[in-house]
């Protein structure tokens, strides 16, 4: 199994931009999960769905931020428009249902807004 | 906020047992100790979990206190590759508006040294 598979590895933009971080899950994982790592504020979970469907978005931080899955095996995080602020790694992960499953983790996305 | 207390970095030498304590005193019954490791630039990994009863497997034991106020993860045998934030997670289950969230705190910073 591959495991998570997030693209792209880095991503380098100007404010204002938008930028769009792509998920790949594990086949046969139910659940997916949007999380945001700064030094500031640790690991904060954004969005999680549940067969496609979200779940809670409580951790969205504001309207410039949207999370779409499309389909079991593909999601999309959208920042538009992008600010400085908005520069961290950000990670997906699955599992294969959303309570005590364990979620794994893939690689992240390392975002830097100038 | 994460409901977990741990100290925010230890030392442990190569080869020896690495001790990770873990306070939780306001735990409640239906709530799981979950605990995770980051190692640089890499996405959180799954190391073991447990409800009241110690458990144990290929990377890790977890020994959980009678009151399930506190608990401490062993590596047996630590080796410079275990050098990584881990960190202690309380998770609720099913049926909370909290489900399948990893509300992740500061964790310990372990540093394995030769």
């Known amino acids: 199994d591959a495991g998570v598979i997030q693209s792209p590895r880095h991503e380098v933009t100007e404010m204002g931009q938008e930028v769009t971080l792509r998920c790949k899950p594990i086949?046969?994982?139910?659940?997916l999960f949007w999380y945001r790592q700064t030094m500031m504020r640790g690991l904060e979970l954004l969005i999680y769905?549940?067969?496609?469907?979200?779940?809670?978005d409580s951790g969205m931080p504001e309207d410039r931020f949207s999370a779409k899955m499309p389909n079991a095996s593909f999601s999309t995080l959208k920042i538009q428009p992008s600010e400085p602020r908005d520069s961290a790694v950000y990670f997906c992960?699955?599992?294969?249902?959303?309570?005590?499953?364990?979620?794994?983790f893939g690689p992240g996305t390392r975002l830097t807004v100038l | 906020d994460a409901k977990t207390t741990q100290p925010p970095s230890m030392d442990c030498a190569e080869g020896r047992a690495a001790n990770l304590p873990c306070n939780h005193s306001?735990?409640?019954?239906?709530?799981?100790v979950y605990w995770y490791r980051q190692i640089h630039s890499q996405g959180p990994q799954y190391i073991i979990h447990?409800?009241?009863n110690n458990e144990t497997n290929e990377m890790a034991s977890l020994i959980i206190t009678e009151d399930r106020k506190s608990s401490t993860l062993i590596l047996p045998h630590a080796t410079l590759r275990d050098t990584a934030v881990y960190y202690c997670?309380?998770?609720?289950?099913?049926?909370?508006?909290?489900?399948?969230?990893?509300?992740f705190g500061q964790g310990t910073t372990l540093q394995v040294k030769p």
């Open positions: 447990g409800l009241k």
């Open positions: 086949s046969g994982h139910n659940s």
């Open positions: 769905f549940n067969n496609n469907v979200p779940i809670d």
């Open positions: 306001t735990i409640s019954g239906n709530e799981y």
């Open positions: 992960a699955s599992s294969p249902g959303p309570d005590t499953d364990t979620q794994y």
């Open positions: 997670i309380v998770r609720l289950l099913n049926g909370s508006s909290n489900t399948g969230k990893l509300i």
